[in-house]
């Protein structure tokens, strides 16, 4: 059971104009939510996140979208760039018990940005 | 600042022969460490996860093994290669309560 799902494998998008990439969740218990940037051969990178108490984060070109009632995030990179080329990846936190926290991962979206 | 190694960057070996990955974090003191496998691709598969020395948690039924022997190193093992193990391999660290992962810059390995 996939409990947080990227219904788009790939995006396609042109250069300076917006990517929006989207993540589904389905346990309402997840509290905290994370986007990573993976380039082929390389470690994901830490992008962006958003506690629950919020529904908007921005940090320059990035911006993180929640909407709790439809369990539903995005990612909006505007404007796009080349170098945005990567998979993209959304992570909730699961708090388990003893304090250790989890990462539950969609399977990701790939965006490739055309010149 | 917390760096995190991984080592080999790459690894091709024979089905049924031995395998030992290390990980290590520098900059930080009793982090939570985690093992990932990304297989054909695309997603990220949790395989073990530690919150300190000595405690493993196994997240799959699988043919690797992990052990923490130091409060920064994390090693991935396995006695016996499989095909299916082939794959890249991610080590990642947080700091104790926090959410955000950081990871390694991952080991590829190929089992022929």
């Known amino acids: 059971d996939q409990q947080v799902k990227q219904n788009s494998p790939s995006l396609s998008v042109q250069e300076g104009r917006i990517s929006i990439l989207n993540c589904d969740y389905t346990?309402?218990?997840?509290?905290?939510f994370l986007w990573y940037k993976k380039y082929p051969a390389e470690g994901p990178t830490f992008l962006i996140s958003?506690?629950?108490i919020k529904d908007k984060n921005e940090d320059g070109r990035f911006t993180v979208f929640l909407n709790k009632s439809a369990k539903h995030l995005s990612l909006h990179i505007v404007p796009s760039q080349p170098g945005d080329s990567a998979v993209y990846f959304c992570?909730?936190?699961?708090?388990?018990?003893?304090?250790?926290?989890?990462?539950?991962w969609g399977l990701g979206t790939s965006l490739a940005v055309n010149p | 600042s917390q760096t995190i190694h991984q080592w080999p960057a790459t690894l091709v070996q024979p089905v049924g022969s031995p395998l030992s990955l290390e990980c290590t974090v520098e900059?930080?003191?009793?982090?939570?460490l985690y093992w990932y496998r990304q297989a054909a691709g695309r997603g990220l598969q949790l395989l073990f996860y530690?919150?300190?020395?000595?405690?493993i948690s196994s997240e799959v039924p699988q043919n690797l093994s992990a052990s923490r022997p130091q409060d920064r190193q994390f090693i991935l093992s396995s006695k016996k290669l499989l095909l299916s193990d082939s794959g890249f391999y991610l080590c990642?660290?947080?700091?104790?309560?926090?959410?955000?992962?950081?990871f390694g810059p991952g080991t590829r390995l190929l089992v022929l």
């Open positions: 990642a660290w947080t700091g104790q309560m926090q959410e955000t992962q950081y």
């Open positions: 900059g930080t003191s009793n982090p939570n």
């Open positions: 530690s919150v300190g020395i000595g405690q």
């Open positions: 346990n309402s218990m997840f509290d905290y």
């Open positions: 958003i506690s629950s």
């Open positions: 992570a909730a936190s699961d708090l388990e018990a003893g304090n250790n926290r989890k990462l539950i």
